[in-house]
């Protein structure tokens, strides 16, 4: 095997079946996924009206388990683990001694003794090398799970009705951010009622052989309601309409969750003593006193889309940054999320712009989401 084959991208279990289909692919994270398969404006409108499908087996999922799997994570992660009870999750982040994010994750604790750490796909050996770092001394173990599962998203209004068609688990009695063990089309899965789209929505993680009859299951039974297969290009507009954060643009090692304006995932008040307390301690004392750059909305006048990168000015200074920006086909305008000095993020802030090639773009400072699903 030459070097350049081995470093030839993963495929998941569907990736003929997204082939097959039309597939626009791309490389992400090691991994080759379906970036479109039409219209990626269309594909967002469906999730927002009707119902998307989603391969996301390219996530990377990291079993703990034993005696001290919640004395574990309640030392590497930020949270307070140990507080979520068995059949729920909880969003989370596991970070650097010195209080730098290595990822934002979602905790599901399957039974007693048993978690379900899901991490994203650019981290998930940072992730794992990090938990089985800190497992030192915990009667626990962590396992690469990475390869024991196919994740299969179904998100948008329709997604319930279409799920209720193919199981007989109690998806009315599943909250958000709850997971439980059901059949879907005859497939043993985790269902679990989580998604990253603003959309109400539902995750399933099965094993990869019964991924293809699982989508095929799923895409007949929504095909009534208007369901479509989605790519990672809607859903990244999606969560940015949302106002979600993407790891590697507005969370990253230089930033401690309280530069991020997400200080509340971390529990100082937890048994015992985890990974950078000390660091995020100080962090939150800075936050509260003198805060640094705050994450803020903005939205465009013009048609220009600002991306990632480009600088924030107001009266010809530099003010902040661009993380992520898109076309947001719900408002009918460029958007985008940036960290701008704290001075200039209330929402309706006079003179702010983004610097477009040169060109100063008006823009209007807004509070995060910019879309919210009406319950």
Not at 179 to 190: S, Y
Not at 196 to 202: A, H, P, S
Request: hydrophobic residues 40%.
């Amino acid at each position: 095997m030459s070097s350049t084959d081995s470093a030839a991208p993963r495929r998941t279990a569907l990736d003929a079946l997204h082939r097959s289909l039309g597939a626009t692919m791309t490389d992400f994270a090691g991994w080759d996924m379906p970036l479109r398969y039409g219209s990626e404006r269309d594909e967002h409108v469906a999730v927002r009206t009707r119902a998307g499908l989603f391969d996301l087996s390219h996530m990377g999922e990291i079993t703990v388990t034993g005696p001290d799997a919640a004395a574990l994570l309640n030392h590497a992660l930020v949270g307070n683990i140990a507080s979520v009870g068995v059949g729920r999750a909880r969003y989370t982040m596991i970070c650097r001694a010195d209080g730098g994010i290595l990822d934002d994750l979602i905790v599901y604790r399957l039974a007693e003794t048993e978690y379900l750490v899901v991490a994203n796909a650019s981290n998930a050996q940072v992730v794992l090398d990090a938990l089985q770092e800190r497992s030192a001394g915990f009667d626990a173990e962590v396992r690469d799970d990475r390869d024991a599962y196919a994740l299969i998203a179904v998100q948008g209004p329709e997604s319930p009705g279409i799920l209720k068609s193919l199981t007989d688990a109690d998806l009315d009695g599943l909250k958000y951010y709850a997971g439980l063990p059901g059949t879907v089309a005859g497939v043993p899965a985790l269902i679990a009622r989580t998604g990253y789209t603003g959309e109400d929505g539902f995750e399933l993680f099965v094993k990869p052989e019964h991924a293809v009859e699982l989508w095929q299951a799923l895409t007949e039974a929504g095909a009534p309601v208007g369901l479509v297969p989605c790519g990672l290009s809607c859903r990244d507009t999606l969560r940015l309409e949302a106002g979600m954060p993407l790891y590697g643009h507005e969370l990253t090692t230089e930033l401690t969750p309280f530069d991020a304006g997400l200080g509340r995932v971390v529990k100082f008040e937890k048994e015992g003593d985890f990974v950078g307390r000390a660091a995020l301690r100080e962090a939150a004392d800075r936050a509260a006193s003198r805060p640094p750059r705050v994450l803020v909305g903005l939205v465009a006048e013009g048609r220009r889309v600002p991306r990632a990168g480009y600088p924030v000015v107001a009266g010809g200074e530099v003010i902040g940054e661009v993380t992520s920006g898109a076309p947001s086909p719900t408002l009918g305008k460029p958007i985008a999320m940036a960290y701008v000095d704290a001075a200039h993020a209330a929402p309706g802030t006079a003179g702010v712009g983004v610097d477009i090639r040169g060109s100063h773009e008006p823009y209007e400072v807004v509070a995060l989401p910019f879309y919210k699903r009406q319950k």
